[in-house]
């Protein structure tokens, strides 16, 4: 059984940074793209961040410069570095692996 947990989250001003993990547990094999999602209060949930095991990236229009997804060489955890964070970032942010695992969330506040 594929797990991820999530950490990180929290409250923090316009402006501002905070830093995602998410480290997967349960499985030997390499999950192919990992990333994550956010969803706002009354929004659907919208892709954020993906990296493959090549370390291709693809990045939200809305985040592109300010957030950057990297990858453990060696290991299924991802790391999300969000700067410039703004009101609009607000929601709960889930890693994802493979379209098929996700992890509980965990909520990013971006508030003065």
């Known amino acids: 059984q594929v797990q991820l947990v999530e950490s990180g989250g929290g409250l923090?001003?316009?402006g501002g940074s905070l830093r995602l993990s998410c480290v997967a547990s349960g499985t030997s094999h390499t999950i192919f793209t990992m990333g994550w999602y956010r969803q706002a209060p009354g929004k659907q949930r919208e892709l954020v961040?993906?990296?493959t095991s090549t370390r291709r990236?693809?990045?939200a229009e809305s985040v592109k410069g300010r957030f950057t997804l990297s990858?453990?060489?060696v290991k299924n955890t991802v790391n999300l570095q969000m700067n410039s964070l703004k009101p609009e970032d607000t929601g709960v942010y889930y890693c994802n692996g493979d379209q098929r695992y996700w992890g509980q969330g965990t909520q990013v506040t971006v508030s003065s």
């Open 12 to 14: 923090v001003q316009p």
């Open 49 to 51: 961040a993906t990296i």
């Open 57 to 59: 990236t693809n990045y």
């Open 71 to 73: 990858r453990d060489g």
